[in-house]
């Protein structure tokens, strides 16, 4: 699939942002822990961040933004390793939640105008 059809395949327009972040993240005996970590790219549905422990995917977590303690749940769709305990982690909102960062999204209806 080339770019351009990819990119017309997105929910909602990607937005490069490195913002720390909380994951909130269940162990398996069902106690609460918190990892720190950071986005890279984000948009309305989820994003990519960078986190130094393994997820799986379709796992779920809980995602905090530390600045509004606001916080989203989501899941896991796609882990990437880059080496020595560092992982880019694709995520989505169980919902769509574009006011979770502190962007402004264009109006679904507005085109891009190359100059």
């Known amino acids: 699939m080339d770019e351009a059809n990819a990119r ?5 327009e990607r937005v490069v ?21 950071h986005t890279m790219v984000v948009n309305a549905h989820g994003g990519l961040l960078r986190l130094g422990v393994e997820l799986t995917r379709g796992q779920t977590f ?10 989203e749940a989501c899941r896991v769709v ?14 989505e909102f169980c919902r769509p ?3 979770f960062w502190p962007v402004v999204f ?7 105008v190359r100059v």
């Open 8 to 12: 017309n395949r997105r929910r909602s």
């Open 17 to 37: 942002l490195k913002m720390p972040v909380v994951v909130r993240i269940q162990t398996s005996i069902g106690k609460d822990t918190d990892e720190r970590a």
């Open 62 to 71: 809980k995602l905090v933004n530390p600045k509004t303690h606001a916080e």
């Open 78 to 91: 796609r882990v990437e390793s880059r080496g020595a305990g560092d992982f880019a982690v694709a995520f």
């Open 97 to 99: 939640v574009p006011q």
């Open 106 to 112: 264009p109006p679904a209806d507005w085109e891009s």
